[in-house]
């Protein structure tokens, strides 16, 4: 089940969702092939809107292809009126859809979009018991190196900030921030990450530069990492690492979804430990002793 980005297909059309998004700096129009979906229900396809929400979206298109052959009077969906002829035979075409298939669209920022519709698609392939058995391994590499926080208005480090770019010249990378790539990189198995790692920054005038496009100033990052600069400058070797996640690991082996079923001891939802009943209240002069002080929640008014 593989997504075909359709901006360019719809850019022009009249479903302002579509060409908003299509037109948008960081937008992504996104199209994806449910197999025999046709057959969905209403009830099942807002069921399939609601999952897609818990990851962001604002809403789900969708499209039922009854019978290919007849073109428009073959489509069944409520975004088909804002189509032409060819719009409608380009995205089938783009998407491969047949007759019995349905097309899930996703219109959003870049990230939200590709969230929602990789959520939606897990869900679809279980569904639709797509899902093969067996152990399927792969690395994911090329993440972002930043990504825009539209909060702060600034770059935060999508992996960590001591992550090394791609790109090897600092004047570069701060030219191309909003495109450079990190040397960043998972191991995925069936779909669940078991591991992840990158490579780090080894110059400290490399570092010094990510810490401006992250929006922390030189004093700043003397007073917070001065130390780490400083051990830079007098050099390091390039180095990297990856750690695995072996709790994640022993589920897929057991066959659960759920690590806590494979953890000896594990939490609850709320932090609590069952087996020592931690936390526990923490006497007074223990925390003097590291200058905590605690103030009591304020009854709130009926």
């Known amino acids: ?27 992504r129009v996104v199209a994806l092939r449910a197999p025999g979906g046709a057959k969905f229900s209403r009830k099942q396809i807002d069921d399939y809107a609601a999952h897609a929400a818990k990851y962001g979206a604002k809403g789900l298109a ?10 428009r009077e073959g489509i069944n969906s409520p975004i088909a009126k804002f189509l032409d002829d060819a719009t409608l035979a380009a995205i089938i075409a783009t998407t491969g859809a047949s007759t019995g298939d349905a097309i899930f669209f996703g219109a959003a920022t870049y990230k939200v979009a590709s969230d929602f519709m990789g959520a939606l698609r897990l869900k679809l392939g ?38 090394a770019p791609k790109i090897d010249d600092e004047a570069d990378l701060r030219t191309e921030a909003a495109n450079a790539v990190s040397r960043a990189y998972d191991m995925v198995l069936n779909g669940n990450e078991i591991g992840g790692g990158s490579i780090r920054i080894h110059r400290s005038t490399m570092q010094s530069a990510v810490f401006d496009l992250l929006g922390i100033g030189r004093e700043e990052a003397e007073l917070k990492f001065g130390f780490l600069l400083e051990a830079l400058r007098y050099g390091a070797p390039p180095h990297g690492g990856i750690a695995f996640g072996i709790d994640r690991i022993a589920a897929l082996m057991a066959g659960t979804e759920s690590i806590r079923d494979v953890i000896a001891f594990p939490k609850t939802t709320t932090a609590q430990c069952p087996m020592t009943g931690a936390p526990s209240v923490v006497p007074d002069r223990q925390l003097a002793e590291v200058h905590v002080a605690v103030r009591p929640r304020e009854a709130k008014a009926l």
């Open 126 to 163: 279980r569904d639709l018991g797509l899902v093969e058995d067996g152990w399927k391994p792969l690395w994911i590499t090329d993440f972002p190196m930043f990504e825009w926080d539209e909060d702060e208005q600034r770059y935060v480090a999508l992996h960590h900030p001591f992550t």
């Open 1 to 27: 089940m593989e997504f075909a980005d359709v901006a360019e297909i719809v850019k022009n059309c009249e479903f302002k969702v579509f060409t908003d998004w299509a037109s948008h700096a960081d937008g």
């Open 62 to 71: 969708w499209m039922k292809i009854e019978d290919a052959s007849k073109g």
